[in-house]
């Protein structure tokens, strides 16, 4: 009786489930996209129907593949590409800019032991209270940093920083 009730209670595989927005499965966009490249006189509306895909997401889609080539093809690698494109995700701009605050930062001692609003006139910000600026540092500070540090390790130095 036991076993019974545990038979009952498992679930179905997340293969077997149908996917509500198939474009979103990495095997189902592989299997699009092969359908698109042997398609012949169909159309490419007709492939994503076949593919139950709606016509602006596999435009979307096609010109994503157009743009990004065969990393479109899986979509996790496409996000971190994008990501990487663009910066920063969607969203409002923020009023001081990464390379305003950045400055901010950088500036020299004596600059810094100075009051908020001098330093923000010093680093060419002049548009935006005091409080957007403590707001922005405080929040973005570790972020840009994080940032600074993840890109000074990524990128390849130049060959002759090695040499004395």
Request: net charge positive.
């Amino acid at each position: 009786m036991f076993m019974n009730n545990l038979a009952s209670n498992q679930r179905e595989s997340p293969s077997a489930r149908p996917n509500a927005k198939p474009h979103l499965d990495t095997p189902t966009r592989a299997r699009f996209f092969e359908a698109i490249d042997r398609r012949g006189t169909a159309t490419k509306r007709s492939t994503f129907k076949d593919f139950n895909i709606a016509p602006s997401t596999g435009y979307r889609l096609l010109h994503e593949r157009e743009t990004y080539g065969t990393t479109a093809d899986r979509r996790s690698q496409l996000r971190q590409l994008k990501k990487i494109e663009t910066g920063k995700g969607s969203g409002r701009r923020p009023k001081i800019s990464d390379e305003q605050l950045q400055r901010l930062l950088n500036a020299p001692k004596e600059v810094r032991a100075q009051r908020l609003q001098d330093q923000l006139v010093q680093a060419g910000i002049t548009h935006v209270s005091q409080e957007t600026a403590r707001r922005a540092l405080r929040d973005r500070k570790d972020a840009l940093y994080r940032a600074s540090k993840a890109q000074a390790i990524t990128m390849s130095p130049h060959p002759s920083a090695y040499t004395s």
